[in-house]
């Protein structure tokens, strides 16, 4: 299983950007996709989760990106996207997606420790200005 990530780039604040990870390799609708940053000098850390479809594609986002980031996905595209709205310097890391089949862990419905996930996209920088 393989994921590429892209879409990073150099915005200001405020601005939007799309992060895209498409995956390789593996039965997609069958993975649960997330989304994690590194920000130099810190540890990696969770920014969004996605579902597979047979869990409805449930959501859940950390709360200093809830209401500005969105995750969507498309099972015939085999891709996840990050939309990213209203982005602020502190947003400014390496963005990186990864995978693992939704399910694995039984009684969680979102997985949010980087240790859960088994896929992971070699990852796309983000960089915003004041």
């Known amino acids: 299983v393989q994921l590429q990530a892209s879409g990073g780039g150099l915005v200001q604040a405020g601005e939007s950007l799309r992060l895209s990870c498409a995956v390789s390799?593996?039965?997609?609708?069958?993975?649960?996709m997330g989304w994690f940053r590194q920000a130099p000098g810190k540890e990696r850390e969770f920014v969004g989760f996605?579902?597979?479809?047979?869990?409805?594609?449930?959501?859940y986002y950390t709360d200093s990106v809830r209401g500005r980031f969105t995750l969507t996905r498309d099972d015939t595209q085999d891709t996840v996207w990050l939309q990213m709205n209203s982005l602020k310097p502190e947003d400014t890391a390496v963005y990186f997606c990864?995978?693992?089949?939704?399910?694995?862990?039984?009684?969680?419905?979102?997985?949010?420790?980087?240790?859960?996930?088994?896929?992971w996209g070699q990852g796309t920088q983000v960089t915003v200005s004041s």
């Open positions: 390799g593996g039965t997609f609708s069958n993975y649960a």
């Open positions: 990864a995978s693992l089949t939704d399910g694995y862990y039984p009684g969680l419905d979102v997985y949010t420790s980087q240790w859960q996930y088994e896929y």
């Open positions: 996605i579902g597979s479809g047979w869990r409805g594609r449930n959501t």
